[in-house]
């Protein structure tokens, strides 16, 4: 069944991949704005706030890496990889940079639709927060209605999957979230996510409260992750 109408970028060098791409989504009501290389690419989302982005990673000018970060900075809307690259290396990168999934070429109709269909209930699960109230821990603020995150009066600028990590551990309670436990939280719509996808993602939001002097998020090998409260030390 169809979701809601969404505006969705689709960023590829190839006209052909293009138009497939908007032939597929527009079966479900979908919008497509087109950008044909990187720097058009990141102007575009910049001026439409597209729902969405599709990317490709090999183009003219910035490459897909390099627009996922500056696309990811500019904002939190899902990015789904489509390229014709397999490799684990590729996706892993992509996944760091802050790619919400990633799609090899060639895919079909039915794939397509099913992967943008789960990122966005990622999204609306997110917006609708069935975790809770407002959470407090180790300077973390969380407010899931508002779906914001703040440490102290910095407010994080983080994407759906980063908030949901971050208000899993925050909740926690500094104790000890199991690997398999935070992927479930981070990527609710998939049945069996990857544990790969948990260190980009982790390694971005440490980043993110380090910048703005919040508490760390500690690894425990081979167990899972935890926040640490350096007030109570």
């Known amino acids: 069944m169809p979701g809601r109408p969404l505006r969705i970028l689709v960023v590829d060098d190839d006209p052909a991949m293009v138009g497939a791409i908007n032939a597929l989504v527009g079966t479900e009501g979908h919008q497509v704005i087109t950008a044909y290389d990187g720097l058009t690419a990141v102007r575009r989302f910049r001026e439409e706030h597209p729902d969405l982005v599709l990317l490709d990673l090999a183009m003219p000018g910035p490459d897909g890496f390099t627009v ?10 899902p990015i789904i990889v489509v390229s014709g690259e397999s490799s684990e290396a590729a996706k892993v990168k992509a996944l760091g940079i802050g790619a919400d999934d990633y799609l090899v070429k060639p895919f079909g109709r039915a794939e397509l639709l099913a992967r943008i269909a789960a990122v966005m209930r990622r999204v609306d699960r997110t917006e609708a927060s069935d975790l809770g109230g407002p959470v407090s821990f180790a300077g973390i603020a969380l407010d899931p209605g508002r779906h914001e995150a703040r440490v102290g009066d910095a407010l994080l600028t983080l994407t759906p999957t980063e908030y949901r990590l971050l208000e899993t551990l925050a909740r926690a309670g500094g104790a000890l979230v199991p690997h398999l ?45 935890r926040v640490e409260d350096a007030s109570a030390e």
Do not use: F, M, T
């Open 68 to 77: 996922a970060g500056q696309i990811r900075s500019a904002g939190s809307a």
């Open 181 to 225: 436990r935070l992927a479930r939280a981070g990527w609710p719509a998939e049945h069996d996510p990857d544990l790969l996808w948990l260190k980009p993602h982790l390694a971005r939001l440490r980043a993110k409260l380090d910048e703005v002097g919040g508490p760390a998020i500690v690894a425990v090998r081979g167990v899972g992750y």
